[in-house]
């Protein structure tokens, strides 16, 4: 608390009196944030991850080898991906899903230990949906056409089809027993996705989803429904994502 409190009041000073409370809140809680990721920073140095995920994972799995991952809207094979650094370093293998098919080929060039596969994860399969892909920031693709509009930055948009599939369904066809590691950045259809996936029965260690005010509120009654809980330590680290693990009770 008195950390937030220095960090408040000299915001006040450097944003100057006029700046929206809001705004100067906001601009606080990052510099928190900052402050309490430090330490994984001064550990780890450099990451492949584009926010804290990576230094997450390292953190929370610590030495752990030869662990499995599932990683959905994976995007690039080693650029802001999440799960590059496990799978050179740590020796760890997966399931990398992306709606576009353009990361294919580089994950069998580069990631031999995960397959890659060009689908949209949802609450059914064998169906398709219309992708929104921003062409100047391909990242922000999404079904949701106002997302991906919003994410523009001054270029067109291209539509493409792509299928469905459940989760479910993928870990059966590929035969995955177990999951250290769930991630999910499929921007705004993670509930869909959720919905479609036997959390209970897989029971990954740790899930990182990402988490927009759109659906923040449903992603956080999914994991209470089954018995998962926030790892409150990461929770300022990465205000993008939020992390959950299997409840001790």
């Known amino acids: 608390m008195v950390v937030i409190a220095i960090v408040a009041a000299v915001l006040g000073f450097v944003a100057g009196a006029y700046e929206p409370l809001h705004r100067k809140r906001a601009i606080a809680l ?27 994972f390292r953190d929370f799995f610590r030495e752990q080898r030869e662990g499995v991952f599932v990683d959905i809207g994976a995007g690039h094979y080693r650029d802001g991906s999440n799960t590059y650094f496990l799978e050179t370093e740590r020796g760890w293998r997966g399931i990398a899903v992306d ?16 397959r890659f596969f ?6 059914v399969s ?17 079904d949701n056409r106002d997302f991906a509009s919003a994410h523009r930055r001054g270029g ?4 493409v089809r792509v299928p469905t599939i459940t989760l479910n369904d993928l870990l059966k066809r590929e035969r995955i027993e177990r999951i250290d590691l769930l991630v999910m950045d499929i921007e705004l259809a993670e509930p869909r ?7 209970d029965r897989y029971r990954p ?3 990182c ?24 330590k990461y929770l300022r680290m990465d205000t993008q994502n939020l992390y959950f693990t299997p409840s001790p009770n």
Request: hydrophobic letters at 40%; zero cysteines.
């Open 30 to 56: 990052g510099l928190v944030g900052a402050y309490e990721l430090m330490p994984l920073g001064e550990q780890f140095t450099t990451r492949q991850s584009t926010y804290a995920e990576e230094w997450i």
């Open 99 to 114: 709606a576009q098919e353009r990361y294919a080929a580089d994950y069998r060039s580069h990631r031999p230990a995960t």
């Open 118 to 123: 060009p689908l949209f994860v949802s609450d």
């Open 126 to 142: 064998d169906a398709d949906v219309r992708l929104h892909v921003p062409d100047t920031f391909p990242y922000a693709a999404s």
């Open 156 to 159: 067109e948009i291209s539509d």
């Open 193 to 199: 996705a959720l919905a479609g996936f036997d959390i």
């Open 205 to 207: 260690r740790l899930v």
């Open 209 to 232: 989803i990402e988490s927009h005010p759109q659906n923040r509120q449903a992603l956080l009654n999914y994991f209470y429904d089954h018995r998962y809980v926030v790892v409150g």
